[in-house]
């Protein structure tokens, strides 16, 4: 089973952007895929996008598309995802979350084997 690893999260001002990373381990990273996902203070938790084994992007938060890019990195075992024009209401814990399956067109029908424990962004006003 993969073993996942949140950074990067921190406090930016808003309007600014961040990558946050999430290193994988303990399996071929080959064979998932990847979703990014949030969860702000008393909120459900919101599925963001997923990157497939094959590289492509499926976009879960339409809201949120044009502000968000998902990348894998074979060699250095990572995925990423860069959040620009970040708003206070961006302010959640991020996590990354792996399956051995293509991305789901809705976040709900995968099982996501994988969790890492996330890692937290807050946006300043």
């Known amino acids: 089973q993969l073993q996942l690893v949140e950074s990067g999260g921190k406090l930016v001002p808003s309007g600014g952007s961040l990558t946050l990373s999430c290193a994988a381990s303990?399996?071929?990273?080959?064979?998932?895929?990847f979703g990014w996902f949030r969860q702000a203070p008393g909120k459900e938790r919101e599925g963001l996008l997923c990157i497939s084994t094959n590289g492509v992007t499926i976009n879960w938060a339409d809201s949120m598309r044009a502000r968000l890019t998902g990348s894998r990195h074979g060699f250095q075992k990572m995925v990423k995802l860069q959040i620009n024009d970040l708003t206070p209401e961006d302010t959640a814990v991020y996590f990354c979350a792996a399956e051995v399956s293509l991305c789901p067109l809705e976040w709900r029908d995968s099982r996501w084997s994988s969790w890492g424990r996330g890692t937290q962004v807050t946006v300043s006003s």
């Open positions: 303990g399996d071929t990273m080959g064979f998932y895929s």
